[in-house]
Structure formats: structure tokens, C-alpha cells
């Protein structure tokens, strides 16, 4: 079974999903751009019974987390391409979606 691990910066919330991601995409939407301050975000998705948190959380944003292994990251997808800014030059050899992907 797989596993994927991280926390928050701070070091008092830790994050762990087990088994297989049901998606993992590199989103450019506007949205995703304003909570990060970047130009895309890598999004990984695990049902829910497969995730858990330990310490005491208030919110979780993708801006205050990160993963104990960064290379786990391994797209299926990028979505939102339309509004992927023209100084972000990060490209995968994915599917590329103008809007929402699948």
C-alpha cells in the first residue's frame, strides 16, 4: 500500500494518505493561483477513509503544507491551461485540459 506523508510548516499538524491517489492534476485556475500565490498548483486526491491528520488544525490550505517527498507527485493531468501564466514554464508530458480536466 502506498503512502504519502507531510505537514505544516510549523511542524505541529502531520498529514497521511494511504493507498493509490484517485487523481493527481496540476490545476492553473485562477483560483488556485490566488490561495497559492503561484502560477498552478499540484493537487492530489484520496478517498476520505484513507486520510487522516494528527495535531490541532483550524484551516488546511495547500499554501501551508508540505510533502515529506516531493518527487511523489506524478500528474495525470493539467487543467486550466487558459489561464496559465506566460513566465510559468513548468510543462508535463500529461494530457493538457483548457478548462477543467476529466
Not at 24 to 53: E, L, M, T, W, Y
Request: proline share 4%; charged share 30%; with cysteine.
Amino acid at each position: 500500500m502506498k503512502r504519502l506523508a507531510g505537514g505544516c510548516l510549523c511542524g505541529r499538524v502531520r498529514y497521511e494518505a494511504r493507498g493509490e491517489a484517485l487523481f493527481g492534476v496540476v490545476c492553473h485556475c485562477r483560483d488556485c493561483q490566488r490561495a497559492s500565490g503561484a502560477g498552478h498548483v499540484p493537487v492530489i486526491g484520496f478517498r476520505k477513509s484513507n486520510f487522516s491528520i494528527t495535531g490541532q488544525t483550524r484551516s488546511v490550505q495547500a499554501a501551508d503544507v508540505e510533502r515529506d517527498d516531493p518527487t511523489e507527485f506524478k500528474p495525470d493531468y493539467v487543467q486550466f491551461t487558459r489561464d496559465r501564466r506566460d513566465w510559468d514554464g513548468l510543462r508535463f508530458d500529461v494530457p493538457q485540459h483548457h478548462t477543467a480536466g476529466q
